[in-house]
């Protein structure tokens, strides 16, 4: 046999042992997350720690607005094993009974509003004239889409909240129809729009505004929708938003931020959600990760005390 012909059946052996090779090589786990927009930075930690504490598992995330991924899941056949939403409502009025059977709270967060150097009367904005420095014609202002992503109807909350709290007559009818106002679908969409300029200020998560290194500016309890002890005073706000099927409307009140995170019934991949979910509440996994970008933690605990959770994500509840 000559030399070339070795050489040719060399290669046709190599080839097929690499083709054996690729073709026997596992495929890498899928766990598909759906997750608030507010969550981006966190869960882009948490993954990439989970990742490499489990080679083989690929965390496919999907940020975006909380209440827009809970349609995508009901409307569109979103595939997805583990939901994490900025409102433990959107899970309880969006999924539950049909698409999800229990609720685990597991963080909070505060309504700040959020600016940059660049940001016209930065020098001189404070928590008693915000609402007058927000109202002036010339400045650019916006939250994200009520209908879309809870930061958004929280905002318009605010403005409400604020309104009686600072006696500042009209204040939410004159914001809603300021010259200068912009909506985006996502608050997570404003951060960009801040840092660069194109925006003066934007409602924001706390959590979004140090996790982004901008300014902001811490709103009174009494209206930032974060302590419990003024759940009373939040809920005199309400924002209406479209319900479950098409032409529906459903009123939210204000109340304390929540976050709240659940394995839908019709997970692809419910073992690996299972995994997933026991490291996110672990108190030396995920939660660590949220605290150290700015989230206070809530429990982990159900929404009802006594609600059914899976048995591997009850050991890490608070009793």
Not at 201 to 226: R, T
Request: glycine share 8%.
């Amino acid at each position: 046999m000559s030399k070339f012909r070795k050489s040719a059946l060399m290669l046709m052996v190599l080839s097929l042992l690499m083709a054996v090779v690729v073709t026997a090589a596992p495929a890498a786990e899928k766990v598909i997350v759906f997750h608030a927009g507010s969550l981006s930075a966190p869960m882009a930690e948490i993954e990439k720690i989970y990742e490499g504490e489990n080679p083989g598992v690929d965390v496919q995330r999907e940020a975006g607005g909380s209440a827009a991924l809970a349609r995508k899941i009901t409307d569109l056949g979103g595939a997805c094993d583990v939901f994490l939403s900025a409102d433990y409502m959107v899970i309880e009025k969006l999924l539950r009974p049909a698409a999800a059977d229990w609720n685990v709270l597991f963080a909070s967060n505060a309504i700040v509003l959020m600016y940059s150097p660049k940001s016209q009367y930065s020098g001189e904005i404070n928590r008693e004239n915000w609402t007058e420095v927000l109202m002036r014609p010339e400045v650019r202002w916006g939250h994200s889409e009520p209908d879309a992503d809870p930061c958004g109807y929280r905002s318009l909350m605010v403005l409400q909240l604020a309104e009686d709290f600072y006696g500042d007559k009209d204040l939410y009818d004159r914001a809603m129809k300021h010259p200068e106002r912009a909506v985006r679908p996502k608050a997570i969409d404003l951060v960009a729009m801040v840092e660069s300029g194109a925006m003066d200020y934007a409602f924001e998560y706390k959590s979004v505004a140090v996790q982004h290194g901008l300014n902001y500016l811490d709103l009174p309890d009494e209206i930032n929708l974060k302590n419990p002890g003024f759940a009373e005073m939040y809920a005199k706000a309400s924002v209406e938003l479209a319900g479950k099927e098409p032409g529906q409307k459903i009123t939210v009140k204000g109340e304390p931020i929540v976050y709240g995170l659940v394995i839908p019934k019709d997970a692809p991949n419910m073992e690996g959600a299972l995994k997933l979910v026991e490291f996110i509440l672990a108190q030396d996994g995920g939660l660590k990760v949220f605290e150290a970008m700015g989230q206070d933690i809530v429990g982990p605990q159900t929404v009802t005390p006594g609600e059914k959770v899976p048995a591997g994500i009850e050991a890490f509840l608070v009793k």
